[in-house]
């Protein structure tokens, strides 16, 4: 995954989930890397990752949807 970037991070799945559905729908490619505990849900956090170069308008995404 060198070309990926996180965009997003968070510690709720969930959200991330809604994070991924919104870039898809604006034709970006993104995946989920879930880097939590399995045991203690404390521990960890889970990203977003686009493609390098979707990186800005990914991010330009987000804000207008208020996801930053």
Do not use: R
Request: charged residues 25%; glycine residues 2%.
């Amino acid at each position: 995954m060198n070309d990926w970037t996180a965009i997003f991070e968070t510690a709720k799945p969930y959200e991330a989930e809604m994070i991924k559905d919104i870039l898809d729908n604006n034709g970006i490619e993104s995946v989920i890397l879930n880097q939590q505990d399995s045991s203690y849900k404390l521990f960890g956090n889970v990203y977003v990752m686009v493609q390098a170069e979707d990186s800005e308008k990914a991010a330009e995404i987000l804000k207008s949807n208020h996801c930053e």
